[in-house]
C-alpha cells in the first residue's frame, strides 16, 4: 500500500499483460479464455519457452511470483505448510 515504486511496478506489468494479450489474441488477458492465458504466462514462467520481446513481460512475472510466495508462506496456512515440512 505505501511502496509507491512497488505499486508503479505492478501497475506496469498488468498493462504489458494487457497489450501482450491484445497483441497475440485480440483482447485484454482478462478476457482471454484458459487456454490462451496458459499460453501468454508459460511462455514467461519457463525459459524453454521463453520468446524476444517478452522480457518486461518475465520480469513481472518474476515480481508477482514473488509476492504470492512472500504471502502464502507467512499466511497461517503457509507457516503450518512449512513446519509440516520433513526436513
Do not use: C
Not at 511496478?9 to 498493462?15: K, L, M
Not at 499460453?39 to 522480457?55: C, Q, S, T
Amino acid at each position: 500500500e505505501y511502496d509507491h515504486e512497488l505499486k508503479g511496478r505492478f501497475r506496469e506489468g498488468i498493462q504489458w499483460l494487457d497489450r501482450h494479450a491484445r497483441r497475440k489474441h485480440g483482447r485484454i488477458f482478462r478476457n482471454l479464455n484458459y487456454a490462451q492465458r496458459h499460453e501468454l504466462l508459460d511462455a514467461l514462467a519457463y525459459k524453454a519457452l521463453h520468446r524476444p520481446g517478452e522480457e518486461p513481460g518475465r520480469e513481472f512475472y518474476k515480481l508477482v511470483r514473488r509476492y504470492t510466495e512472500m504471502g502464502f508462506y507467512t499466511s497461517k496456512v503457509g507457516m503450518e505448510t512449512l513446519k509440516n515440512t520433513p526436513e
